[in-house]
């Protein structure tokens, strides 16, 4: 309602507001200090995220269901935008291995990891195998964001598995909430599996034929808006029909890309800004569910860290060697990709669920997912630092040139 002239702002928008803004603002500072460190954006924002809400800064309550509806977008962003990076031909050699470690290696790692966790924390099964399934994939937010001096075959394999099992590991985790809240419904979740699978497969299809249609018609007018509409539009659809709406998002976003058209190149680079502002809201957030006493009192040890960095090791390796046993992969390649499995955004965006839904134990699956997130990136990013490509002599020099050229060039003659 007007006052004195201007527009009062209710208490309540402007308590979130302001909650944005300082997120976003903390998201900044981490990237700038990931880019002048090289330590993992990710787990700084995880880590920032904690600090804040323990100084009081930030506080998931008065952000109000706001958080829910992030999370939700993010997923949508991040997977569409990701596939504005890949072409399918990029993957047609490595297909058969890629659906591979998207589908039977999503399996494999859940049962190795429920079974650790289960023998070694003494945690409940049906906890362990919610661990299981939170943690069975792959983060295409970490992937993506990984300095791999450009592209290499083994980020190709990387990006795209994590694009096709994000649909899977998202729909496990609610197949096992779905059977917590309604157990009596429990034998309608094999159907609803598959159902989920195919009509989102259905909807990305016709997604990506009708967005090149409206791409074309457009002719470079809107197009940013125009895929943002496509990306919300096809999950939309697909989830009101009892589909699974990533992967509606998964498949429409790889076929527009691999079309080819002049118009996906603005769209690519604007839906990849759109991803790191998701990138930082979700995992600030993923940070703010603990204060560093929450954490103290829920006794994080070096155990449980150790447990859980040999679980996700021994899974991801096991699944890895089982898997590319007969592909054109060298021994090194598949122990590089053995080693890379950064957990993200979602687990961050699933667990809380069980939380919300006040599940027994969910509070020490939440934990471990912290840390599990934490631990996995860590170990990612330091697998990605020995699959980086070494620079040439020539390189190294072209790259003192240009820094040379461009520190000249910012030279304010006095």
Not at 19 to 30: D, K
Not at 258 to 284: C, D, M, P, R, Y
Request: a positive charge; aromatic letters at 8%; proline letters at 3%.
């Amino acid at each position: 309602m007007p006052f004195n002239g201007f527009v009062e702002v209710p208490i309540d928008t402007l308590t979130m507001l302001t909650q944005l803004g300082i997120i976003l603002a903390i998201g900044i500072i981490a990237k700038a200090i990931s880019n002048k460190t090289k330590f993992p954006f990710v787990v700084l924002l995880i880590i920032f995220g904690t600090i804040a809400v323990s100084v009081g800064v930030l506080s998931l309550e008065l952000l109000g269901n706001m958080p829910d509806l992030i999370r939700i977008l993010a997923l949508i962003i991040i997977i569409f935008s990701a596939g504005f990076h890949l072409k399918l031909k990029d993957i047609q050699a490595d297909s058969k291995l890629i659906l591979s470690l998207a589908t039977l290696g999503v399996f494999i790692t859940l049962f190795i990891i429920s079974g650790i966790t289960f023998a070694l924390l003494s945690i409940p099964l049906l906890s362990a195998i919610v661990l299981g399934s939170l943690l069975s994939g792959s983060d295409t937010a970490a992937i993506s964001s990984a300095e791999t001096g450009g592209k290499s075959r083994i980020k190709t394999i990387l990006l795209s598995e994590s694009i096709f099992n994000q649909p899977l590991t998202l729909i496990l985790p609610l197949i096992i909430l779905d059977y917590l809240v309604k157990p009596e419904m429990a034998w309608l979740n094999a159907p609803k599996f598959f159902a989920m699978i195919i009509i989102g497969g259905i909807v990305g299809l016709g997604g990506a034929f009708w967005g090149q249609k409206i791409l074309q018609v457009c002719k470079h007018k809107h197009e940013e808006i125009i895929g943002l509409m496509i990306a919300i539009g096809v999950f939309v659809i697909a989830e009101n029909f009892f589909g699974s709406g990533i992967v509606a998002v998964a498949i429409t976003s790889l076929l527009l890309s691999s079309a080819a058209k002049k118009e996906t190149h603005f769209l690519g680079n604007f839906t990849e800004q759109l991803a790191f502002l998701f990138t930082i809201f979700v995992f600030i957030m993923l940070g703010m569910q603990f204060t560093f006493a929450e954490l103290a009192a829920l006794g994080i040890n070096r155990y449980e860290i150790v447990v859980i960095a040999v679980a996700l090791l021994v899974a991801r390796m096991v699944s890895v060697m089982l898997i590319s046993y007969k592909s054109t992969l060298s021994t090194i390649q598949r122990i590089k990709l053995g080693l890379i499995s950064p957990k993200g955004i979602g687990p961050a965006a699933m667990a809380p669920l069980f939380v919300a839904y006040g599940i027994t134990g969910s509070e020490i699956i939440l934990k471990i997912v912290y840390i599990a997130i934490i631990i996995s990136i860590f170990l990612s990013m330091i697998a990605f630092s020995f699959a980086k490509k070494p620079k040439t002599i020539n390189e190294q020099r072209l790259e003192k040139k240009v820094e040379r050229e461009t520190k000249q060039k910012t030279i304010v003659p006095g």
